[in-house]
């Protein structure tokens, strides 16, 4: 686990040292997501269809997904 830090610049902007995008595989224009929980944030790069793409295929029963989703708006719906 590595640790990085970054600085916020008069306008909002985020800026983070190379390594940390280079380990993120973020490039200029990507798309990325701040999952905030509490005092915590989660940081990941948003996948593009290409990178969709890529991904290893597995086969989902549909009930797995619906079941999955209910988890996650309960979760949400609690605050934990």
Same mark, same amino acid.
Request: charged share 40%; no cysteine.
């Given at each position: 686990m590595e640790i990085f830090e970054? %600085? /916020?610049g008069k306008k909002g902007e985020i800026y983070v040292r190379k390594r940390f995008r280079e380990l993120m595989g973020l490039k200029p224009g990507d798309r990325v997501e701040f %999952? /905030?929980?509490g005092?915590?944030?989660?940081f990941r790069k948003k996948?593009?269809?290409t990178?969709?793409?890529?991904?290893?295929?597995?086969?989902?029963?549909i009930s797995e997904v619906l079941e999955l989703r209910k988890s996650f708006e309960e979760e949400l719906v609690s605050g934990d």
């Open positions: 970054g %600085i /916020v %999952i /905030v929980k005092d915590t944030v989660i996948p593009n269809a990178d969709l793409l890529r991904r290893k295929r597995i086969r989902v029963d």
